[in-house]
């Protein structure tokens, strides 16, 4: 009873203008933030809509079902290929025309990793690039129905990436060694090198094109890690992100939220 008088409390502090702030929240606030988020609010009334439009097109129960596990295995690697090609890459900051989308969509985050606000994707990329992924595999299987259950399997999965990313940037020791383990992995990439641990919270396609690595003592500091190379050297040859933030790119994080040595260390 009074976990649920605590949650009702922070839904409404958030409700009334508090800043999603995870560097200074707790778990409980976390979920009373995430639960009420539009975004996920979203993502939830989607992933009804989509499972009742599988069942409802259903001709053959497995083949319906036969996309699930297979979203299951190629969208982390999808996700893998767009964090590393795509949101790391310099291509978009570099056109006046996609400036503005890596900024929000990326650019952003790491420059303040623990903003809410901008960890969430907005909804009008990130769904129709689950569908552009999932939607075609799982039609191929399944047609009609295996499309949206494929859909839907991807919306549930970026509702759990979601809600994990957020653990590695809430205030907060979990308990569960595994998220232990990916907190940290999510720490080096955020404040150690950007160039590696790109996974949130499956690191098989990091493992399998190299760029997994355990601890700050792997490798060198990269000078990229807070502006992903948008230095203000590129920002006065490509001004677009600058003009939209308002202020240079700043190339290291406010030392209050900077991790502690031992927290890119450390061993699960």
Known sequence: MSTLKTFLQNTTLLRKGRSYDLGKMNLTQLWAAY??????LLYFALILLTAYLS???ISNIWLSLIPIPVVVVIYPLAWYLIHKYLLHGRLFYRNPLTASLWKRVHFDHHQDPHLLEVLFGSPFNTVPTMAVITMPVGALIGGWSGAWSALSTALVMTCIYEFFHCIQHLAYKPRWNWVVYIKQLHVLHHF???DG???ITNYLPDR?????????KERPKSPYVFNLGYTIEEAKRYPWVMKKTGSPPRDKPDPARAPKKDELSKRA
């Open 55 to 57: 069942l409802k097109d």
């Open 192 to 194: 150690h090198d950007e």
């Open 208 to 216: 399998l094109f190299k760029t997994f690595y355990r601890e700050a």
């Open 35 to 40: 639960l009420t988020y539009p975004t996920i």
């Open 197 to 199: 641990n790109y996974g």
